[in-house]
C-alpha cells in the first residue's frame, strides 16, 4: 500500500466523519423524527444495529486478556494491547452511538441515581459505564509509556496500574460476559417484534458465545489490515491459533440457536423460502459451518487467504444476526415501513470512521502493535490526530481537511433542506373512520360511502339547538342493541328531497289530538300549517328552500354529492371533462348497481 | 382502589370518536383534528386513544392496556415508567433518558414518540390520574354517550363483564378480553368480535412479559460471581501448574548441566 493510497482512506474517512458531524448537527436541532428514518413502528433501527455490532466486535477485549492473564499463555501478549484498544474503541462507539440515539441523551446520567434493577437496559448501562472506565485503565499504560509523559506523577500511575491490573482483568471478564449476553436479553422481552428465525429464549448464551468469535475473528482481520497498512506487527501464527480455536465458541453458538429453534419447532420456518429464511440459512451454512470446514483443515488454515476468508465469513454471519435480529427482520406494530435516513447512515457510519482515525493515531504513536520494532515516530510528542504524515506540510493538511469540511456541508446541507419537517396541516386525507367523515358501507357490500360527519353534527345542532340532541337524531339507543340510524332511516326517498318533518313526534309532544290547532290554523293540511321557525328560532329555511326544513337529500344525491361536486369542478379547471362522466365511477353495464372504480 | 380499570363494551361504540376528544382536551394534546402522519393506527405522541376497526368493520377502542405487570415499567432502565399504587402506568418525563426500550417492549405497541420535538417525550395513556386524585372520571369514560365504557375497581368489572356475558351469550365472545392478556391487563374488554388484532402481530399470550428477561436478569448475582470464581481459580490452577512445570524443567536440566 503506498503513502497515496493511505492518504485518500484517511481522506475518505475524514469526509465521513465530516459528513457525521453535519447530520449529527441535524438530529440535534430537528429532533429524532426529521433526523432519522425512525417512527413510531420502528422505535429502534440502524443506530442499534450498529451498537450491536460494535459491542460483538469488541469481544477480542475480554477474551484476549482471559488468554493472556487467566490462561497464561503469554505468548499472545504481542496483540493483546489492540485488542484492548479495538475494545476500548467498540464500547467507546457505543456511548457516542447512544448519545445520538437516545432522544434526552442529557440524562444519560439517570441509571446512576435512578436504579430499576428489572431492566435489562439499566443493568446494560452499569456494565457498559463500568467496563469503559476498566478498558481506560487497562489501556492507559499504552499511552502513559510515551516520552510525552515521562514526568513521576504519571510513572506512579503506571506503575499502580501494572499492579493492579490482574483485578482488572479479572472484573473486565465478568463486566463482558454480563454485558454482551445482556445485550441479547435485551431482545428476550420482544418475541412479538423479533422474526422467530431469529427469537430464542436464550439469546443471552449466543450473543455471548458469538462475541467471543466474532472479537477473535476481528483481530485475525484487524492483524491483516495493520500488516497493510504499516507493513509489520501482523503476528501471523497467532492469529492462526485464533483460527484454529474460534470453532469451539462458534460452534458452541451454532449449536446453541440451532437446537434452541429445533425443540421449539421454529426450524422448519427456515425452509420457507421467504428472504428471511434465505438470509438465516446463509447466516449458518455460509457464515457458521462453512468457516468452520475451512478452519478445521490444517493446510487452509495456514495459509493467509484461508484464514482471512474464514475471519471475514465468521464476522459477517455475527454482523448479519446482529442486525438481522434488530433491524433487517424486526417487525413492526403498524404498517409504518422504516427506512434509514441519509442522517441517521452518515452517523452510523461516521462513528466507526473515527474510531478508525484513532486506532490509526494511537498505532501511529504508541506502542501499540506489539512488535519489537520501536515506533520511529513516538519520539517527544504525540503527532496530531488530523497529521496524516510526518512530511506533510501542515498548510497542505489544513487545506485538504477543511476542503473536505466545506465538501461535507456543502453536501449534506442541501439534503437537510429536503427532510421532512412534520406539517400540521399537510393531511388531507382523512382517517378511515374518525372525525369529519366516516366510512360506512350501509349495505355491507364493500362499497363504502363517505358520510360526513361533522357536517351533520353541525347542522343538525343548528337545527335542533343543543349538540346533545343532535347526537340523539341517530344515536339514540332505542332500540335493543342500537348502534347508529341508518342513512335510510332520514334520506328516505331514493330520488327525491325528503322532509324528515316527525308529525307524530310533534302531535304526540304537544298534546295528541287537541293539538293540530297549535300549527294549524285553518284546515289540517300542510299549506295552512305554521312554519318550523315560530317555534324552532334557529331554524331558518335557506334560499330557495320549503321552509318546512329539515329537508334531506335524496339518497342519491347525498351519495352523488360526497363526489360528484368535486369532480366537477376538477374537470373544468383541469379541462379533463372525463372526470365528470358517469362511466367514471359507474360501469355502463350495471347502472342500476353502484359500482365503483374507487378502493 | 387496588387497580383502576376500564371496561370496553365494544358491542356498543359507535365510533363517534367523542371519547378521543375528550381525552384530547383533559390532556391538553393539541388539536383534536391534527393528525401526525407517524402513525396508522390513530395513536399518537398527541393521541393517547384511537377508535380503531377491527378486521370485521367494528370499532373498538385502543390505547394503553395498563398491564397488571407491564412490560413497559419492566423495561425502563430509570424507572421513569412505573405503576401507580392505583395500578395506573405512569410516565415521569425528568427521568425518561429516551432510550425507548418501552415501545419497543409494549406488546400492543402501544408508547408513542414525540419524533418532531428536539426534546421528545413518550405519550400514552395516563388513566386520567390527575382527574382521578381530583374524584372526576376519566375524560373518556364521562364523555362517552354510549356507555360503551365503565370505569371502576377491576375485580369489580370483570364481574360485570362476566355477568353481561351470561345474560346475553348470543351477543358477545365467551371472553373477557384483557382478564389473562399479558398477565392480566387494566383495560377489559367484551366484545362480539375477536381483539386479538390489538395484540402484536397476533395474539398476545398470557405469560407476563417482564418474566422474560427476569429469568436472565436473576442469574446476574450467579454469573457474576461465578465468572469471578472461574477467572480467579484458573489464573491460579493455571499458574501453579506452569510454576511446577518450569521448576520441573529447572530441576531435570540442572543435572544435565553439571
Known sequence: ?599 | MKQAAILVDVTRCTGCNKCVDACVNANQLGDPKHIPQQESDGLSVHRWLAITESPEGSFVRKSCRHCLSAACVSACPVEAMYRSPEGIVLYDQDKCMGCRYCMMACPFGIPRYEWDSAMPVVGKCFLCNERLSEGKLPACVETCPEQVLTFGERSDLLAIAHERIAKFPQKYLPTVFGEFEAGGTALLYISDVSLDFLGFNGATGDEPYPELTWNWLEKFPVVSLGTATLATGLFWIIGRRMQAKLAQQQTNQTPEEK
Not at chain 1, 466523519?17 to 441535524?26: E, G, K, M, Q, S
Not at chain 1, 450491536?52 to 494491547?81: C, D, S
Not at chain 1, 428489572?118 to 472506565?133: N, Q, T
Not at chain 1, 489544513?398 to 419537517?421: K, Q, V, W
Open chain 1, 1 to 599: 500500500m503506498n503513502n497515496m493510497l493511505r492518504t485518500w482512506i484517511k481522506d475518505g474517512l475524514w469526509a465521513i466523519v465530516f459528513a457525521a458531524v453535519v447530520a449529527a448537527v441535524i438530529r440535534f436541532v430537528v429532533g429524532l423524527g426529521a433526523g432519522s428514518g425512525l417512527n413510531d413502528a420502528t422505535p429502534w433501527g440502524m443506530w442499534i444495529a450498529f451498537k450491536l455490532g460494535f459491542v460483538a466486535l469488541a469481544g477480542g477485549g475480554f477474551t484476549l486478556a482471559a488468554v493472556v492473564y487467566i490462561f497464561h499463555l503469554e505468548r499472545f501478549r504481542p496483540i493483546l494491547r489492540r485488542a484492548i484498544l479495538m475494545a476500548l474503541l467498540g464500547y467507546g462507539s457505543f456511548i457516542v452511538s447512544l448519545i445520538f440515539d437516545l432522544g434526552l441523551p442529557w440524562h444519560i446520567y439517570m441509571p446512576i441515581i435512578s436504579w430499576q434493577h428489572h431492566s435489562v437496559m439499566f443493568e446494560i448501562a452499569w456494565c457498559v459505564m463500568l467496563y469503559f472506565s476498566v478498558l481506560v485503565l487497562e489501556f492507559s499504560p499504552v499511552i502513559l509509556e510515551h516520552p510525552l509523559f515521562k514526568h513521576k506523577f504519571f510513572q506512579v500511575i503506571l506503575h499502580g496500574l501494572h499492579k493492579a491490573i490482574l483485578p482488572l482483568v479479572i472484573l473486565g471478564i465478568v463486566l463482558s460476559t454480563l454485558h454482551q449476553s445482556s445485550l441479547g436479553a435485551l431482545f428476550l422481552i420482544m418475541p412479538h417484534r423479533v422474526h422467530p428465525l431469529w427469537y430464542s429464549p436464550w439469546l443471552p448464551y449466543l450473543f455471548f458465545t458469538s462475541a467471543i468469535a466474532a472479537g477473535m475473528m476481528a483481530l485475525v482481520v484487524e492483524g491483516f489490515l495493520v500488516e497493510r497498512w504499516f507493513k509489520r506487527g501482523m503476528h501471523f501464527d497467532l492469529l492462526e491459533r485464533l483460527g484454529a480455536w474460534v470453532p469451539l465458541p462458534l460452534g458452541l453458538y451454532l449449536l446453541l440457536r440451532l437446537s434452541d429453534l429445533f425443540l421449539r419447532g421454529v426450524l422448519p420456518g427456515a425452509l420457507d423460502g421467504s428472504w428471511q429464511s434465505i438470509l438465516f440459512l446463509t447466516e449458518i451454512l455460509v457464515c457458521g459451518i462453512l468457516p468452520i470446514g475451512l478452519l478445521a483443515i490444517k493446510k487452509v488454515r495456514e495459509s493467509r487467504e484461508g484464514l482471512l476468508t474464514s475471519a471475514i465469513l465468521i464476522i459477517a454471519g455475527i454482523l448479519s444476526q446482529r442486525m438481522s435480529l434488530s433491524m433487517f427482520a424486526m417487525r413492526q406494530s403498524t404498517g409504518l415501513d422504516y427506512s434509514p435516513s441519509l442522517a441517521e447512515t452518515l452517523i452510523a457510519f461516521g462513528i466507526p470512521a473515527a474510531a478508525l482515525l484513532i486506532y490509526l493515531f494511537f498505532a501511529e504513536n504508541l506502542a501499540l502493535l506489539g512488535d519489537e520494532i520501536p515506533n520511529p515516530q513516538a519520539t517527544a510528542k504525540l503527532r496530531p490526530l488530523w497529521m496524516f504524515s510526518q512530511d506533510t506540510p501542515g498548510r497542505i493538511i489544513f487545506a485538504r481537511r477543511s476542503g473536505l469540511a466545506t465538501f461535507a456541508i456543502a453536501l449534506i446541507l442541501p439534503a437537510m433542506l429536503n427532510l421532512p419537517i412534520s406539517d400540521t396541516s399537510a393531511n388531507a386525507v382523512q382517517p378511515a373512520i374518525g372525525w369529519e367523515t366516516l366510512r360506512i358501507d350501509g349495505n355491507q357490500t364493500g362499497y363504502i360511502v363517505d358520510f360526513p360527519h361533522v357536517e351533520h353534527q353541525e347542522r343538525l345542532t343548528e337545527q335542533l339547538g343543543s349538540k346533545e340532541s343532535a347526537c340523539a337524531t341517530c344515536h339514540h339507543l332505542n332500540y335493543p342493541d342500537d348502534e347508529a340510524t341508518s342513512c335510510s332511516q332520514c334520506h328516505t326517498d331514493y330520488y327525491q328531497p325528503i322532509s324528515i318533518f316527525n308529525h307524530t313526534v310533534h302531535q304526540k309532544s304537544l298534546g295528541g289530538n287537541v293539538s293540530c290547532v297549535e300549527c294549524h290554523e285553518t284546515e289540517h293540511v300542510r299549506q295552512s300549517a305554521a312554519i318550523c321557525q315560530d317555534c324552532h328560532e334557529t331554524m331558518t329555511a335557506q334560499e330557495g328552500e320549503s321552509v318546512f326544513n329539515p329537508f334531506a337529500s335524496s339518497y342519491k344525491d347525498a351519495l352523488h354529492r360526497r363526489c360528484l361536486n368535486c369532480h366537477e369542478q376538477k374537470a373544468v379547471e383541469l379541462d379533463k371533462p372525463e372526470l365528470a362522466l358517469c362511466s367514471t365511477c359507474h360501469t355502463y353495464y350495471e347502472s342500476d348497481q353502484l359500482q365503483t372504480n374507487l378502493p
